[in-house]
């Protein structure tokens, strides 16, 4: 499933660049592949890792950075004719200063402030000719990790292969990105013994995420439709991004 050798896509100017097909959901079907994606930031891409992608067929980009993060590293397809780049902030600036992280019990500050923008998000990818679609941040593994969990989780993907999808990022940004991020909060002057755990993704942090969304809201689809998104939507999401598994009923 995870070991797929379709799932991550080593392109020149990414490292967190991965198909979400092949996930098993809950009414044995599966995800389908090459119909959406997830990404670190695109600003790097080179040609070749564009031209690949456009021959896969992706037709939209979903970047959900803030208007800074987006100004100063540009997505390579904002200006592309062949894919449609489209900006869906998930928050509208940076984490305050005072902001004291706790992502031990799971994303549940951010699950109750974005709402709206998920609703909106998954109502966007249903419109026709959105699909296939890539949805990205800055390192894929936040902001991108909690939008296509919820995503997954809505069309009933098993919860256990969300959560090892999630926790693959940090199998693909590496040493290096631990590194980075340790240098940048330190740049921000803040405490790296506080956010020394938000630069990993253990599964476990997803699966915390999404039982706090069954308690809290009622599960995915009562929590989007809570925050706006139509009745339909989630069955012409389902039927988009799910199909019968291949080789099943033998």
Request: some cysteine; proline content about 5%; hydrophobic content about 40%.
């Amino acid at each position: 499933m995870l070991a797929d050798e379709r799932r991550v896509l080593r392109l020149g100017g990414v490292r967190n660049l991965r198909d979400v097909g092949g996930y098993p959901t809950t009414d044995a079907r599966c995800t389908r592949w090459r119909t959406l994606y997830r990404s670190d930031c695109l600003d790097c891409l080179d040609a070749a890792g564009q031209a690949w992608l456009v021959q896969a067929g992706l037709r939209s980009v979903i970047d959900i950075r803030d208007d800074t993060e987006v100004a100063e590293r540009p997505n390579v397809f904002a200006a592309s004719r062949e894919v449609a780049y489209r900006h869906f902030p998930l928050f509208r600036g940076p984490p305050p200063d005072d902001l004291e992280p706790d992502l031990r019990r799971g994303y549940r500050r951010e699950v109750d402030m974005v709402g709206q923008e998920l609703a909106a998000l998954v109502a966007e990818l249903v419109q026709p000719g959105r699909l296939p679609a890539l949805v990205q941040c800055a390192a894929g593994k936040d902001r991108t990790g909690v939008v296509i969990a919820m995503i997954l989780m809505a069309v009933g993907t098993d919860r256990w292969a969300i959560a090892e999808d999630y926790a693959l990022s940090q199998v693909c940004l590496g040493p290096s990105y631990i590194a980075e991020t340790r240098k940048w909060v330190v740049r921000q002057g803040w405490n790296w013994s506080t956010w020394e755990h938000t630069a990993y993704t253990p599964p476990e942090r997803m699966l915390e995420t999404l039982a706090y969304v069954d308690e809290r809201h009622g599960g995915v689809a009562q929590y989007l439709a809570d925050h706006g998104l139509g009745a339909g939507a989630l069955g012409q999401l389902r039927e988009a991004l799910t199909e019968a598994c291949a080789g099943a009923g033998g």
